[in-house]
């Protein structure tokens, strides 16, 4: 009677094993799954609202591309390069329920090169009309309409991925559209509903590390070394950015644009624990990279030489990283250093001291980005060749 009971419990185990093991074999099911997946979130994060899109500012309104007709310049007041007042201009309405409709609307300029812009004739732009049922009531003009560029642009660079890519191509864009849904649908609206900034930002990395690198791998043992290997640094990045902060006494206010969120009703938000996640989020995107490198690099390695022992795959691992330490660290050098080159050159025609320089806090917050994120892709090398090492070879004893 027990060996009846034992081999009826027995039975649904052994059939469950028998079916992983076949999942695991059927490479097409391990490299479809996490695409499927994939598409049915990203189908879901596209039509997720964010609880903003009734923003006071832009109720009532309708945005639409319109030509300017004519512009009227009596009223901007120009003082050398800075200009400011108001430019009256006539324009047609390209789409939208106003659809070949004529009205007079107004560019405000308030003297910033870096915010204002200046229309011509034939100009196509972008503008906000305030309207009640069917009057219009203003139109403010807010940028020239580069949404088409845009598309075009995008739908190149999608191409030139499909051409020579492949599927692999394909997967890359997947990755782009759900990195891009995940941060716009979740991590701004949670940020701003004032949910903790680092472990928010910590869930929301190790779920797109792990959706990124799945798209690669399929699932797959090489996906979990290089998962555990990213996000091994990536902690390491975190605890470092945490306590380097406050050991700089960085404010998040350091960040672009974060004086405006608080005067905007926001003042409640901790600034300072979210410019310590923005640290990790940026540093991730390189640290994932570098894993994969280092997982292929082992996993090429075991394939080519299966009887290759755990110790020696981390070795190998370990010289692969060595390799590609120097240039890794330097992208994110490079990186931060192009988008503050106006403000070196500033700094080189007043002729400020280096002490000066370095000392100065929005320089310093740059130079806590690049140095922490580099700490992350120098420990993410021995991490990724510790985990792709221990998993993708045998152990000694099945080797001998």
Same mark, same amino acid.
């Given at each position: 009677?027990?060996?009846?009971?034992?081999?009826?419990?027995?039975?649904?185990?052994?059939?469950?094993?028998?079916?992983?093991? $076949?999942?695991?074999?059927?490479?097409?099911?391990?490299?479809?799954?996490?695409?499927?997946?994939?598409?049915?979130?990203?189908?879901?994060?596209?039509?997720?609202?964010?609880?903003?899109?009734?923003?006071?500012?832009?109720?009532?309104?309708?945005?639409?591309?319109?030509?300017?007709?004519?512009?009227?310049?009596?009223?901007?007041?120009?003082?050398?390069?800075?200009?400011?007042?108001?430019?009256?201009?006539?324009?047609?309405?390209?789409?939208?329920?106003?659809?070949? $409709?004529?009205?007079?609307?107004?560019?405000?300029?308030?003297?910033?090169?870096?915010?204002?812009?200046?229309?011509?004739?034939?100009?196509?732009?972008?503008?906000?009309?305030?309207?009640?049922?069917?009057?219009?009531?203003?139109?403010?003009?807010?940028?020239?309409?580069?949404?088409?560029?845009?598309?075009?642009?995008?739908?190149?660079?999608?191409?030139?991925?499909?051409?020579?890519?492949?599927?692999?191509?394909?997967?890359?864009?997947?990755?782009?559209?759900?990195?891009?849904?995940?941060?716009?649908?979740?991590?701004?609206?949670?940020?701003?509903?004032?949910?903790?900034?680092?472990?928010?930002?910590?869930?929301?990395?190790?779920?797109?590390?792990?959706?990124?690198?799945?798209?690669?791998?399929?699932?797959?043992?090489?996906?979990?070394?290089?998962?555990?290997?990213?996000?091994?640094?990536?902690?390491?990045?975190?605890?470092?950015?945490?306590?380097?902060?406050?050991?700089?006494?960085?404010?998040?206010?350091?960040?672009?644009?974060?004086?405006?969120?608080?005067?905007?009703?926001?003042?409640?938000?901790?600034?300072?624990?979210?410019?310590?996640?923005?640290?990790?989020?940026?540093?991730?995107?390189?640290?994932?990279?570098?894993?994969?490198?280092?997982?292929?690099?082992?996993?090429?390695?075991? $394939?080519?030489?299966?009887?290759?022992?755990?110790?020696?795959?981390?070795?190998?691992?370990?010289?692969?990283?060595?390799?590609?330490?120097?240039?890794?660290?330097?992208?994110?050098?490079?990186?931060?250093?192009?988008?503050?080159?106006?403000?070196?050159?500033?700094?080189?025609?007043?002729?400020?001291?280096?002490?000066?320089?370095?000392?100065?806090?929005?320089?310093?917050?740059?130079?806590?980005?690049?140095?922490?994120?580099?700490?992350?892709?120098?420990?993410?090398?021995?991490?990724?060749?510790?985990?792709?090492?221990?998993?993708?070879?045998?152990?000694?004893?099945?080797?001998?």
């Amino acid at each position: 009677m027990i060996t009846r009971i034992s081999t009826k419990i027995w039975r649904p185990s052994q059939a469950w094993n028998n079916i992983l093991k $076949q999942f695991y074999k059927d490479k097409r099911i391990c490299c479809q799954l996490p695409a499927i997946f994939c598409l049915i979130l990203t189908a879901v994060l596209l039509f997720l609202p964010t609880g903003y899109e009734d923003a006071v500012i832009y109720k009532g309104t309708e945005r639409c591309s319109a030509e300017v007709l004519s512009v009227d310049d009596s009223k901007i007041i120009s003082t050398g390069l800075i200009k400011s007042g108001e430019q009256s201009c006539r324009v047609k309405f390209k789409e939208g329920k106003f659809k070949g $409709q004529e009205a007079e609307g107004v560019n405000m300029l308030t003297g910033s090169l870096q915010t204002d812009k200046i229309f011509t004739a034939g100009d196509r732009v972008l503008c906000v009309i305030s309207h009640k049922n069917e009057e219009i009531l203003s139109v403010n003009l807010i940028d020239h309409y580069r949404i088409d560029k845009e598309m075009i642009l995008a739908g190149c660079f999608v191409l030139l991925l499909f051409v020579f890519a492949g599927a692999s191509g394909v997967r890359a864009v997947l990755s782009f559209v759900l990195t891009v849904l995940t941060i716009w649908k979740v991590l701004v609206p949670a940020y701003l509903n004032g949910c903790q900034p680092v472990l928010l930002g910590l869930g929301i990395v190790l779920f797109l590390t792990i959706a990124i690198i799945t798209l690669v791998y399929g699932f797959d043992r090489r996906s979990f070394a290089a998962v555990s290997g990213s996000f091994l640094g990536i902690i390491t990045t975190c605890v470092l950015g945490m306590i380097f902060t406050d050991a700089f006494r960085i404010h998040g206010a350091i960040m672009s644009n974060s004086e405006s969120l608080i005067y905007s009703g926001y003042e409640h938000l901790n600034l300072t624990q979210i410019f310590m996640a923005s640290i990790f989020i940026g540093a991730s995107g390189a640290v994932m990279d570098l894993a994969v490198d280092i997982t292929s690099a082992v996993n090429e390695v075991v $394939q080519k030489k299966p009887d290759i022992s755990r110790k020696e795959a981390v070795l190998s691992g370990m010289t692969v990283g060595r390799a590609a330490m120097g240039t890794m660290t330097t992208t994110l050098l490079l990186a931060y250093s192009g988008g503050s080159i106006a403000l070196l050159m500033v700094f080189m025609a007043q002729g400020t001291p280096l002490d000066n320089i370095i000392n100065y806090k929005y320089i310093s917050a740059e130079i806590l980005d690049t140095l922490v994120g580099s700490f992350g892709l120098v420990t993410v090398a021995p991490f990724t060749a510790l985990t792709s090492g221990v998993v993708l070879a045998k152990s000694s004893k099945k080797t001998k």
